[in-house]
């Protein structure tokens, strides 16, 4: 099914829709939420996915897997989606929060093929085994680490979302501390223990998570620069120990076929 809203097929009798979707450049799709686990996966371009809970940045070829009832926020950079809506009981092994994952060749390719399916598709035959072995190959992703926690308390939540819109290399404990009205100390021990890590660290991942977008449209210099780095070699020093891959992956010149 290509470019058809979920609430046109979401009574259908099948465990798993695939709907592929094609959006303009810059379309944000605002908070909503859906009764289906969603497994999202972008073709082409750069999503961002916001929960009250966290960031994700979900880099081009990759996925995101959304949780049932989980009210999210998805901002599309030049995204053609091609994403599963599945019936939870199908999928008990779901995660219960946001999850990138990788989308090998095979996985691509049954998606592909699956969005090319009627909603009331034959559940036996060559259909019914694609859409089944499609949940076999998501559960044998494992999890990417691009995103970032959002902190609970409110103060501390909106400061993280400025940053997130807004990264800069020379905000420091102390500026976040004034804004939420708590000293340093205080600050950076309610931050730790509402996201895990660090204000420090926190930024850090945020600033390299905002640079995914960036390369779309710049090289890996000018992203770099743009973030603070004093050099091309520390970006992509960051910028791999962190994802595990150096920011020229995600180049727009570089488009290397996926099993390469």
């Known amino acids: 099914m290509k470019n058809m809203s979920l609430d046109e097929v979401d009574q259908v009798d099948r465990a798993v829709l695939p709907i592929g979707t094609d959006y303009p450049p810059g379309h944000v799709l605002d908070w909503h939420q859906h009764r289906r686990a969603q497994f999202l996966y972008g073709a082409t371009g750069v999503m961002v996915v916001d929960t009250a809970d966290g960031s994700w940045t979900v880099p081009p070829e990759r ?39 990788d989308v090998p060749p095979l996985l691509r390719e049954l998606l592909l093929t699956a969005v090319e399916f009627d909603a009331d598709y034959a559940l036996s035959g060559r259909e019914g085994h694609i859409t089944a072995l499609l949940l076999h190959e998501i559960a044998e992703q494992s999890p990417l680490p691009f995103h970032v ?36 100390r205080a600050f950076s021990r309610r931050f730790r223990s509402e996201t895990g890590d660090s204000p420090a660290v926190w930024r850090a991942r945020a600033r390299l998570l905002a640079a995914v977008p960036l390369l779309r449209t710049a090289s890996v210099s000018e992203v770099g620069s743009r973030l603070g780095y004093s050099s091309p070699a520390a970006f992509t020093a960051a910028f791999t120990r962190t994802f595990g891959r150096p920011p020229s992956r995600f180049a727009a010149h570089h488009r290397v076929p996926r099993g390469s």
């Open 63 to 101: 996925a995101v897997l959304i949780p049932a009832a989980t009210r999210h926020h998805v901002r599309m950079l030049g995204v053609s989606t091609r994403s599963l809506y599945i019936e939870p009981e199908a999928v008990p092994w779901w995660p219960d929060s946001c999850t990138v994952v």
């Open 149 to 184: 926690a959002i902190p609970t308390s409110a103060g501390l939540a909106a400061v993280c979302r400025g940053y997130l819109a807004a990264p800069d290399a020379g905000v420091t404990n102390a500026h976040w501390a004034t804004e939420t009205r708590m000293s340093e």
